[in-house]
């Protein structure tokens, strides 16, 4: 080992010169020549314009989700003959209302409209279901 101090990269001493030292030039990081990764002349650059805005959502409809919820309680609870009823009228109601008021919900309150009416139906063969079940049950102990 010599008594020599190790050079530093900003050394001007000429013995270590290109030893170590940054080169003098400085190059384009985005030039396209000795880069693998230079950014492929096939892309451009991106649009100076922003895109066009889109046009304002129509408020949905509060009543046309009330229906949608109604007739989802209403087919939940459908099997109970009077409250089940009262459910799918309600839901069929709001779901036609709601229908007439925002075309943004319509969607909504036709989904509300369907499960009412699947409510009301099932509500009724239930009811009936029970009424004939009673009045069998009241003829069969009078003998």
Same mark, same amino acid.
């Given at each position: 080992m010599s008594d020599q101090i190790p050079p530093t990269y900003y050394s001007n001493n000429p013995q270590w010169q290109g030893q170590g030292q940054p080169p003098n030039t400085v190059s384009n990081p985005y030039s396209t020549q000795g880069n693998e990764y230079a950014p492929s002349p096939a892309y451009a650059q991106p649009n100076a314009?922003? =895109? =066009? *805005?889109?046009p304002p959502n129509e408020p949905v409809s509060g009543v046309a989700i009330a229906g949608l919820i109604v007739g989802i309680v209403g087919l939940c609870i459908c099997w109970v003959p009077v409250v089940g009823l009262l459910a799918g009228v309600a839901g069929i109601i709001l779901s036609v209302i709601g229908q007439r008021r925002s075309q943004s919900s319509r969607v909504l309150a036709i989904i509300g409209l369907v499960l009412s009416i699947l409510t009301a139906v099932i509500c009724l063969c239930v009811t009936g279901s029970l009424i004939a079940g009673i009045i !069998? *049950? !009241?003829r069969a102990s009078t003998y």
């Open positions: 314009y922003p =895109p =066009p *805005a889109l !069998s *049950a !009241s």
